[in-house]
């Protein structure tokens, strides 16, 4: 029978983790050059348009529909088909079945958004729309069955994964460091050019995601309930104290202790205490947060610089690092006190939740990090991936959308980049009487 109280509760969820799908736009978008700043925000909003769509046509049904294999839901829920009012007890039996699937697409749509973090500013845009329908469907699909669809193989060795340490966290933060690898560096990175344009921007995309993660984690109960409760008080505490590992530890390194070091680590502890939200008390999510902020600090920094990779926007850093700790934490934390439906964990008791953690993190490191690349490949192969190193000077935002954020701001590095591409690809234009003699100067804004 259905209850009132948890539909409203896991409605209001749903319109929490759909608003932090634009808080991520905002945040990617604050911390990009003035030049790809609306590239970057519509990525991440092209995603959700895209995805809204595919999750209903068959998105729900190869995750959530009935099993085959063990490895794949079959199309039964295709066009939600057989998906009504009427609560699915294998998922809910309070909430109906159609908004169980609404809520599972919020997760779906800001999942491959994430990726944008590793691949901005120098990607084409309908390569990445071909390449984000291709990950949800190849990867984020089949993964969701074996974590959370019923018969899914991971499932059934009761995997510990509250609200998306593996299906989300990982699974984006991976698929982000493929990508920038198999990109390669931006124009200008390891110059000192490549700065965050709009720092208030990125404060305010982290705000909405801080706000919007209350209904990822408790809206994960789904229901109006003790666990809901338990999940949001942990949520808070965890980013709260990786903000502050964070901070203490760019203060120690750099001297100076940064806001947006302040957002990175409060990111870091939302993502790390996502898996572990329904479990863990709030004692555990201090700990958690605390060493959350500190190991994605490493991996954000030194770690990035030292192999010289170019995750543009640390989706690695924060989600691929931090949604692999949580794990482990959820491993070593959980308490049936907290959930009955759990398990306990190793300083509860049990040692074997931890194992089945430790064996769903490499299953998703290898499937996310090899999928990825493969279809990366087939889509640089069909239709290339990357722009040219020409309209990357320049800034996509002008190059593949005709649009600009600051349209005062213009001008000058845009045309400054124009110009020696210009020199670069046609010689003879250069004699033009009516092109200036002297060159512009350089600015890369």
Request: aromatic share 12%; with cysteine; net charge negative.
């Amino acid at each position: 029978m259905t209850n009132g109280a948890d539909i409203a509760w896991v409605l209001v969820a749903s319109a929490l983790v759909l608003f932090m799908t634009p808080g991520l736009a905002l945040f990617y978008g604050g911390l990009v050059r003035n030049k790809n700043v609306i590239t970057t925000m519509y990525q991440v909003i092209a995603v959700a348009l895209i995805i809204s769509i595919q999750w209903i046509l068959f998105g729900y049904s190869l995750a959530f529909g009935p099993d085959v294999m063990h490895l794949i839901g079959n199309f039964h829920f295709a066009l939600f088909y057989h998906v009504g009012f009427v609560p699915d007890p294998a998922y809910s039996s309070t909430i109906p079945a159609e908004l169980f699937a609404i809520f599972q697409m919020m997760f779906a749509i800001i999942t491959p958004a994430v990726i944008v973090g590793g691949l901005a500013e120098r990607v084409k845009f309908s390569s990445f729309l071909v390449f984000s329908l291709l990950w949800s469907t190849l990867i984020y699909d089949p993964l969701t069955h074996w974590v959370w669809g019923q018969g899914g193989w991971l499932h059934q060795m009761h995997l510990l994964d509250f609200a998306g340490g593996t299906v989300v966290e990982m699974a984006s933060g991976i698929s982000g460091l493929v990508c920038a690898m198999y990109l390669g560096k931006r124009h200008g990175h390891g110059t000192g050019a490549i700065k965050a344009h709009n720092v208030p921007l990125v404060i305010i995309g982290t705000a909405i995601l801080w706000f919007g993660w209350f209904g990822f984690n408790a809206g994960s109960a789904l229901a109006a309930n003790d666990v809901a409760v338990n999940a949001f008080l942990v949520t808070n505490t965890a980013a709260a104290a990786s903000g502050i590992a964070w901070v203490l530890i760019e203060r120690w390194q750099t001297g100076h202790a940064s806001i947006i070091g302040a957002a990175a680590g409060i990111i870091s502890g939302l993502v790390a205490v996502t898996p572990a939200s329904g479990f863990i008390n709030p004692g555990a999510s201090i700990v958690l947060g605390l060493i959350a902020g500190v190991i994605s600090y490493f991996f954000s920094t030194m770690f990035k610089n030292y192999f010289g990779y170019d995750d543009a926007l640390d989706a690695f850093g924060a989600h691929g690092i931090g949604g692999t700790w949580g794990m482990v934490a959820t491993g070593l934390f959980a308490t049936i006190a907290v959930n009955p439906q759990g398990l306990n964990g190793v300083f509860f008791g049990s040692s074997q939740t931890l194992w089945v953690e430790l064996l769903a993190i490499v299953v998703t490191w290898v499937f996310c990090g090899a999928g990825t690349w493969v279809l990366l490949k087939v889509v640089d192969l069909i239709m290339g991936i990357r722009v040219t190193p020409e309209e990357e000077k320049i800034g996509l935002d002008v190059i593949l959308h005709n649009e600009n954020a600051y349209p005062e701001n213009l001008t000058f590095d845009v045309a400054a980049n124009l110009f020696e591409s210009l020199k670069k690809k046609s010689p003879e234009l250069m004699k033009k009487d009516w092109l200036p003699d002297a060159d512009p100067p350089k600015i890369d804004r």
